[in-house]
C-alpha cells in the first residue's frame, strides 16, 4: 500500500476531478465518512456543500483542501467493503477520523487505488496541521494498515516482495502541441499516485519520459526553503505548476 497526500487551494479543483471521473465511468463514490446520508443518496450538490459550510468556520485557511490516494499493488483487488475499511481506518490513524471525507474507487490505472477527498477545518473551526503528517502520521498508519487487513508491503522484506507498480499509460507532454497545463496535471496525477520513489532524481527519471521536470528551485528561493517543487515542461518555463 502506497499512501500520497496533498493539499490545495481549491477544493471545488480536487471535488470535481473526482466527479467528473464518475462521469466519465471510470470511477465511482463508494462511500463517505462523516456525511449525514448514504453517498447514493447525495447529488454532487449535496457531497460539495457538507465541505463548504464547514470550511466556513475558518476562511484564514487557504490551503484547505486535502486529497489523498491510497494505491495497491497490481495484485490485489478487493471488494468495495474492504476498501472502505481499509480508508476509513486511515483516515482515523491520520488525525481525520472526526472530517467529513468522500471515497472514491478508480479504474483507470494499472493497478487498484482510491481516493479521498477531505478539508483540513475542523468543527470547531481549528485547523488540521499538515506539517509532516506524511511521516508522522501516514507512514505508521500504512505500516499498520498493511498488517491489519494482510496488504502487500510497500517496504519489503526477506520474507516479503518488494511492493511494485506496473508502468501507467500516459502520452508525453508536446509544448505547442498540446495544453500544456492540463498535460502536465494529467502526467503528475497518474505518476504520483503510481509511483514509489525516495529522492527527486529517481522521481524525475520517471516524468523525463513524459517530457515533464520537477524543479526544486534555486537554494536560496522561497520555494527550496519551504520543500516545494515547480512541475513544467522540461524544455520550457512558460508552464508551471507548483506542489509544496
Do not use: W
Not at 443518496?41 to 460539495?48: A, D, E, I, Q, S
Amino acid at each position: 500500500m502506497v499512501a500520497i497526500i496533498k493539499t490545495g487551494h481549491s477544493l471545488h479543483k480536487v471535488f470535481y476531478y473526482n466527479e467528473n471521473k464518475v462521469k466519465e465511468r471510470v470511477a465511482e463514490c463508494i462511500g463517505a465518512g462523516n456525511y449525514p446520508i448514504d453517498v447514493d443518496k447525495m447529488g454532487p450538490t449535496v457531497k460539495l456543500n457538507r465541505f463548504l459550510k464547514q470550511l466556513q468556520l475558518n476562511e484564514n485557511v487557504k490551503r484547505n483542501s486535502v486529497h489523498i490516494s491510497i494505491n495497491f499493488d497490481p495484485s490485489e483487488n478487493y471488494s468495495k467493503e474492504k476498501l472502505m475499511a481499509i480508508a476509513d481506518s486511515y483516515m482515523e490513524k491520520i488525525g481525520f477520523g472526526e472530517q467529513p471525507y468522500l471515497v472514491y474507487q478508480h479504474h483507470d490505472s494499472g493497478h487498484a487505488h482510491i481516493h479521498l477527498v477531505s478539508i483540513n477545518v475542523q468543527r470547531d473551526g481549528t485547523r488540521i496541521d499538515m506539517q509532516n503528517i506524511g511521516k508522522n502520521r501516514s507512514e505508521p498508519a500504512r505500516k499498520e494498515i498493511e498488517e491489519r487487513f494482510g496488504l502487500v508491503k510497500a517496504q519489503g522484506n526477506k520474507n516479503s516482495p518488494d511492493f511494485h507498480l506496473k508502468p501507467i499509460i500516459s502520452g508525453k507532454v508536446q509544448y505547442g502541441r498540446s495544453e500544456s497545463k492540463k498535460a502536465i496535471t494529467n502526467v503528475l496525477d497518474q505518476v504520483l499516485s503510481s509511483y514509489k520513489y525516495t529522492s527527486l532524481p529517481q522521481l524525475n527519471a520517471v516524468l523525463k519520459q513524459y517530457n515533464v521536470l520537477a524543479d526544486p528551485g534555486n537554494e536560496d528561493s522561497r520555494m527550496f526553503k519551504a520543500k516545494g517543487l515547480m512541475y513544467r515542461y522540461s524544455m520550457k518555463m512558460e508552464n508551471l505548476l507548483v506542489y509544496p
